[in-house]
């Protein structure tokens, strides 16, 4: 009798239970090891978005870019709206906004950066932002 009911309860609370809620991961960036933002004068034009893997690029009308960041920025929100975040945490960019970066290329990727694993395509060293 009492085995019984352990599962008649255990069933029971089985179907009452929901399945876990899956919140999106939050979004990443790719950062330097220079605090300071690039020098070079190029400029990219673009809006900040994030893909499937939640890795951010600024979409130009060309092939997206990886936007290296300085060392210290940082980025808060989720996919699909988010900030970045320079070092004194002001921030400087929003998804979905028009920018002007300045900057320039990257020639390659260097193991001092932090979120590896994002930085493919067109690697752009940011420097001076501007928003629409």
Not at 13 to 32: G, H, K, M, N, Y
Not at 112 to 118: E, K, P, S
Request: charged share 15%; net charge negative.
């Amino acid at each position: 009798m009492v085995v019984a009911f352990a599962a008649a309860l255990v069933v029971s609370l089985s179907a009452c239970s929901s399945p876990p809620v899956v919140l999106s991961d939050p979004p990443r960036i790719v950062t330097s090891d220079s605090q300071m933002p690039s020098g070079m004068e190029a400029l990219l034009r673009g809006t900040l978005t994030a893909d499937d893997d939640g890795c951010v690029h600024a979409e130009t009308s060309g092939e997206p870019a990886t936007l290296v960041w300085p060392q210290g920025y940082t980025v808060t929100g989720d996919q699909k709206s988010f900030e970045i975040l320079d070092a004194s945490k002001n921030v400087v960019a929003r998804s979905g906004s028009a920018l002007a970066i300045g900057g320039g290329g990257a020639g390659s990727i260097k193991d001092t950066w932090t979120g590896l694993d994002c930085a493919t395509g067109t690697l752009w060293m940011v420097g001076a932002i501007e928003t629409d």
